[in-house]
C-alpha cells in the first residue's frame, strides 16, 4: 500500500519560512513524479510545485516562482517544499502527490496522494 505522509505545515507570519516534508512508503519514490498541490476555502486546487524522478526537472506555478524550491532526496523516499517569502495568499492545506506518468501531472490528477498539511500565513 503506497502511502504519503506530510509534514512541517504551521503559522508563521508574512515574510516567513516554512519546509514541508513528504516521506512515501509501499513504492519506490525514484520512479514517481513527484510534487505539490494546494487547496484554499472556496477555491480550486491548484499545482504548486513538481520535480521529476531524478531531480533534474522542476516546475513551479507563477504565484510561487522565486519563492518556492521543491526538491527530493530519493535515498529516503521524502520529496521537500522549502517555501520562503510566505503571503498571506499562500495560506492553504499542502498535498503531497506523486505518479509514474508526467500526463497524469499535466491533468491534475497523480494517483497518490497525501493527507495534506495546513499552512497559515498572517500578515
Known amino acids: 500500500q503506497v502511502q504519503l505522509v506530510e509534514s512541517g505545515g504551521g503559522s508563521v507570519q508574512a515574510g516567513g519560512s516554512l519546509r514541508l516534508s513528504c516521506v512515501v512508503t509501499g513504492y519506490t519514490v525514484s520512479s514517481l513524479y513527484m510534487g505539490w498541490f494546494r487547496q484554499a476555502p472556496g477555491k480550486e486546487r491548484e499545482r504548486v510545485a513538481r520535480?521529476?524522478?531524478?531531480?533534474?526537472?522542476?516546475y513551479y506555478a507563477d504565484s510561487v516562482k522565486g519563492r518556492f524550491t521543491i526538491s527530493r532526496d530519493n535515498a529516503k523516499n521524502t520529496v521537500y517544499l522549502q517555501m520562503n517569502s510566505l503571503k498571506s495568499e499562500d495560506t492553504a492545506m499542502y498535498y503531497c502527490a506523486g505518479d509514474v506518468a508526467l500526463m497524469a501531472w499535466l491533468s491534475s490528477s497523480p494517483k497518490y496522494w497525501g493527507q495534506g498539511t495546513q499552512v497559515t500565513v498572517s500578515s
Open positions: 520535480i521529476s524522478p531524478t531531480g533534474g526537472t522542476q
